[in-house]
Antibody, heavy 125, light 108 residues
Framework: EVQVVESGGGLVKPGRSLRLSCIAS????????MSWFRQAPGKGLEWVGF??????????EYAASVKGRFTISRDDSKSIAYLQINSLKTEDTAVYYC????????????????WGQGSLVTVSS | DIQMTQSPSSLSASVGDRVTITCRAS??????LAWYQQKPGKAPKLLLS???RLESGVPSRFSGSGSGTDYTLTISSLQPEDSATYYC??????????FGPGTKVDIK
């Protein structure tokens, strides 16, 4: 059974950093791109970024709104993807989801077929 | 970036009703469209990809149609468990992946 589980969220002060983890199981992690999304309270889904697999150099793409502050990485030996968030802002408050990318072309996913339950990040002083 | 809109933003229908949700892209996306269902407090669930392709395990009452810029998700006979918010997502021109704002479906 494919599973994706996020962890690492919590209450953080503005300006601090946080690293979220996404632990995957039930599939060959190294074969897939992995992506992060977020959903602010009462709002819709926002794509944050994704990381290609090793065959495509583990290169990353980010939404313009987070580029420069967010970094996605992966450890295929542990089947974990990470989202590092620096200089946290109150507007980063959201549930952060990790998802497996599928329909891949050129290392980039098309759609997202398995999602974790999310990890809540609250940024407040 | 491709902008996605959805209509209606919410609807209320009875069990057994046929429900249609529309998704419109700011430019043609050649069926590079996915639909997701999200229930309160839960993760999104992929329903359809490539505008029409039903994912494994998704009930056949869900279907997709459309072309160019305009797409629809249809629930042929609404069931109580279909109460959720539905999102469309384009993958024609990425990054970024962009979602519609969502359509909330309630059961009368």
């Amino acid at each position: 059974e494919v599973q994706v589980v996020e962890s690492g969220g919590g209450l953080v002060k503005p300006g601090r950093s946080l690293r979220l983890s996404c632990i995957a199981s039930g599939f060959t992690f190294g074969d897939y791109a992995m992506s992060w999304f977020r959903q602010a309270p009462g709002k819709g889904l926002e794509w944050v970024g994704f990381i290609r697999n090793n065959s495509y150099g583990e290169t990353t793409e980010y939404a313009a709104s987070v580029k420069g502050r967010f970094t996605i990485s992966r450890d295929d030996s542990k089947s974990i993807a990470y989202l590092q968030i620096n200089s946290l802002k109150t507007e980063d408050t959201a549930v952060y989801y990790c998802a497996r990318g599928n329909g891949i072309l050129g290392g980039s996913p098309y759609y997202f077929d398995f999602w974790g339950q999310g990890s809540l990040v609250t940024v407040s002083s | 970036d491709i902008q996605m809109t959805q209509s209606p933003s919410s609807l209320s229908a009875s069990v057994g009703d046929r429900v249609t949700i529309t998704c419109r892209a700011s430019q043609g996306i050649s069926n590079f469209l996915a639909w997701y269902q999200q229930k309160p407090g839960k993760a999104p669930k992929l329903l359809l990809s490539a505008a029409f392709r039903l994912e494994s395990g998704v009930p056949s009452r869900f279907s997709g149609s459309g072309s160019g810029t305009d797409y629809t998700l249809t629930i042929s006979s609404l069931q109580p468990e279909d109460s959720a918010t539905y999102y469309c997502q384009q993958y024609y021109s990425i990054p970024p992946f962009t979602f519609g704002p969502g359509t909330k479906v309630d059961i009368k």
